[in-house]
């Protein structure tokens, strides 16, 4: 599975970003999708996950109740809307696809990685 990340860039704290992956390959590997981020300096951390139908999803508690993920299949696109972003905030976000969909989400069970994108959260 190849996936193409995009929607990142440079906001004011308490402002919002929405990321896109994109993915394309066989459907069977998307069967969860996430996000995840590397702050600088930080190992790359968990943000969120959903399983392929969206209706189970999981978030770190760092985010919960300001980010949400979500599903379209139709487009095989994952989305994450991030609001009322916090400085900490900041970090390369990457989204995961697997084959599998675990409860306790890791990097290993990602079998494929987009390339990142830059999110700039200002204070």
């Known amino acids: 599975v190849q996936l193409q990340a995009s929607g990142g860039g440079l906001v004011q704290a308490g402002g919002s970003l929405r990321l896109s992956c994109a993915a394309s390959?066989?459907?069977?590997?998307?069967?969860?999708m996430g996000w995840f981020r590397q702050a600088p300096g930080k190992e790359r951390e968990f943000v969120s996950s959903?399983?392929?139908?969206?209706?189970?999803?999981y978030y770190a508690d760092s985010v919960k109740g300001r980010f949400t993920i979500s599903r379209d299949n139709a487009k095989r696109t994952v989305y994450l809307q991030m609001n009322s972003l916090r400085p900490e905030d900041t970090a390369v976000y990457y989204c995961?696809?697997?084959?599998?969909?675990?409860?306790?989400?890791?990097?290993?069970?990602?079998?494929?990685w987009g390339q990142g994108t830059l999110v700039t959260v200002s204070s």
């Open positions: 995961a696809a697997g084959s599998r969909f675990y409860s306790d989400p890791k990097e290993t069970d990602f079998e494929s």
């Open positions: 390959g066989r459907t069977e590997d998307t069967y969860a």
């Open positions: 959903a399983s392929i139908s969206g209706a189970v999803r």
